[in-house]
Structure formats: C-alpha cells, structure tokens
C-alpha cells in the first residue's frame, strides 16, 4: 500500500484506489495532501459482479477523502489494458467494518 511520501512516485500515474466502502475507482493520481485526501482525472469506478463483466462508471475528476481510502496501488497499464473486463466475473467487496 501506498501512502504519504510514497504517493509522490506515482503522481501522473494511473493508481487503483479500494474505499473503506468497497469501491474501486481507477485514475490519474494528480495530487495529494498530508490527510492523505486524494485528486484522481480520468476517474471510473469498477463495478463487479458475478452474473455480468465490470461495468466502468466514468466518473471524470474525482476527489476521495483521506478517510475513506482503505488501499491505494500502482496500476499496471499494460497489464490492465490486455483484460478484458466484460468477460471478469468477481462478487463485489464489501465494506470495511470498524
């Protein structure tokens, strides 16, 4: 998991962000702050189920507070471009229980 200093390395790049309420969003890490309250462009969020592919909600820029991040990585672009994701089957994650 990436956080604070570390986040500076991967500023510009696309990052996958899990929030303590299960969701996955995908974007461009454009900035941060010492709360850890991240700016995401070219945002979507990731869908999954286990009936249809992952449906991609595009969300555009996007800002997710601090709190509610529960894992931030490194999105590998070659690798995530070769999936297909209309054939990805995954029941969703589910909330961060506190």
């Known amino acids: ?3 604070g200093p570390g986040l500076e390395s991967v500023v510009d790049q696309y990052i996958s962000v899990i929030t303590n309420d299960g969701r996955n969003i ?3 890490l454009k900035g ?3 709360a850890t ?3 995401l462009d070219e945002s979507h969020e990731r869908v999954y189920s286990t009936k249809e592919g992952v449906q991609q909600l ?3 820029l996007y800002i997710i507070r601090g709190d509610n991040i529960g894992v931030i990585g ?3 672009e070659e690798l995530d471009g070769s999936l297909n994701l209309s054939e990805l089957r995954a029941h969703p994650l589910k909330s961060v229980i506190h």
């Open 74 to 76: 490194e999105l590998d």
């Open 58 to 60: 595009v969300l555009g």
């Open 32 to 34: 941060f702050d010492q």
């Open 1 to 3: 998991m990436l956080g």
């Open 37 to 39: 309250n991240i700016i």
């Open 26 to 28: 995908v974007g461009i």
